[in-house]
């Protein structure tokens, strides 16, 4: 497997090699992208024509 470069875009433009990010770094970047999802997401019946939110199924796989 090729063992590429991951880097991270700071809110100043600087960019920060993922694999020298803090702990503590990792975990707000995480829970930044978490919030932005969520906040990305449609509510109720706007995300399936017949009311049924289909995707949380698929994120309960992810986490078993």
Known sequence: ???RKYYWTMKNGKKI???NMT???LRNTLKM???NKEDNEPRGDESHP???DLE???YD???K
């Open 1 to 3: 497997m090729e063992n």
């Open 50 to 52: 017949n009311g049924s």
């Open 17 to 19: 090699d993922v694999d």
């Open 33 to 35: 992208i978490i919030k």
């Open 23 to 25: 702990e503590d770094h």
């Open 61 to 63: 796989y992810l986490w």
């Open 56 to 58: 949380p199924y698929a």
